[in-house]
């Protein structure tokens, strides 16, 4: 994930000059020097502690690229560095962690934000425009489909609920995004299938509650072969007045009710919108660029930790649902 998000600063001219890498730190030195010759780097610092780079390159921010189960000592030395921090998802192992990292970040006055960079994308912010044009009514269910059969290696193949904590947040922050509403709830069933190569949860279906009765629910698996759907999911989108059908990629079909005869009402074909600022559809790098405005001028990123924390919720309210066979409010 480091190369992809250096990638994103080398290949962004904006981000590129905005953002000088002083510094790499790696519990893997030789990886960390790997990165700096390929990208580079001639001159950052390379370490395996995190507190004595810091204190040797006096860097203003800190990009978090590690595993779950080390994010908040990242997190928490950076902000007493005096650092503004942009952190892979998921933003905590849990909730506590989550909403001790908010305190931590408001009482250094610093930026902490989350890389959803799922919500970057055009699909994401076309669809989310089309719902706030009221064309489809009022919204009153999302579905999202999601099969891949994904053969990591490494540590996925080695964690607890793999799918729910490591995928489906992104399509759980996305589907928060489309609809504009606050979780109020789930109940969710969590499997591990047969032939998963996976140690625990790689498969799972959740049914979420939103605000104002908007229903989201949620069919996923990372041991699917076969058949694989796009990595963003297939989704349809239910209003009162119509349909969007988008398959995670590049098909969009919009139809709404154009009579008021028949068994089955006739529709028609309406036009999806292009994004509103086609700026926020490159993934990490509109992420990284959204952290960067937000120090610059002071307002909020759209995936600040203290809103994160919503997303976040949503996934450990399913594995407590899953785990206890019960409706968990959030």
Not at 236 to 265: H, M, N, P, S, Y
Not at 282 to 303: C, M, W, Y
Request: overall charge negative.
């Amino acid at each position: 994930m480091a190369k992809g998000w250096l990638k994103a600063i080398a290949d962004t001219p904006e981000i590129r000059a905005a953002v000088d890498v002083i510094g790499l730190v790696d519990v893997n030195p030789m990886a960390a020097k790997a990165l700096a010759e390929e990208f580079g780097l001639i001159d950052a610092v390379i370490g395996r502690d995190l507190a004595a780079v810091l204190a040797e390159t006096s860097a203003d921010m800190v990009f978090d690229v590690v595993i779950p189960a080390a994010r908040h000592d990242v997190v928490a030395t950076a902000l007493a560095h005096g650092c503004h921090v942009l952190s892979e998802k998921p933003m905590a192992s849990s909730i506590e962690e989550g909403r001790a990292m908010i305190a931590q970040a408001a009482a250094a006055g610093k930026v902490h934000a989350i890389v959803q960079n799922r919500r970057f994308i055009s699909g994401t912010r076309r669809i989310r425009r089309l719902v706030e044009s009221g064309v489809l009514g009022e919204l009153t269910a999302i579905h999202c489909d999601f099969f891949i059969g994904a053969h990591f290696g490494g540590f996925r193949e080695e964690m607890d609920n793999v799918l729910l904590l490591d995928m489906a947040i992104h399509t759980f922050d996305a589907a928060r995004f489309v609809a504009d509403k606050v979780p109020v709830a789930v109940y969710c069933h969590e499997s591990n299938p047969r032939g998963s190569w996976y140690a625990h949860g790689a498969a799972a279906n959740a049914i979420f509650e939103f605000k104002d009765d908007v229903t989201f629910t949620y069919r996923g698996s990372w041991c699917a072969e076969g058949a694989n759907t796009s990595w963003e999911s297939q989704w349809r989108i239910i209003g009162t007045k119509g349909t969007l059908l988008w398959d995670g990629a590049e098909d969009f079909q919009a139809r709404r009710v154009a009579g008021t005869e028949g068994f089955l009402r006739p529709v028609d074909a309406i036009p999806v919108p292009e994004p509103a600022n086609e700026g926020e559809t490159h993934g990490h790098a509109s992420v990284i660029a959204d952290f960067l405005a937000a120090i610059k001028t002071g307002r909020q990123p759209e995936t600040a930790s203290n809103d994160n924390i919503n997303s976040l919720a949503m996934v450990f309210a399913a594995i407590e649902s899953a785990r206890t066979r019960q409706r968990v409010t959030l």
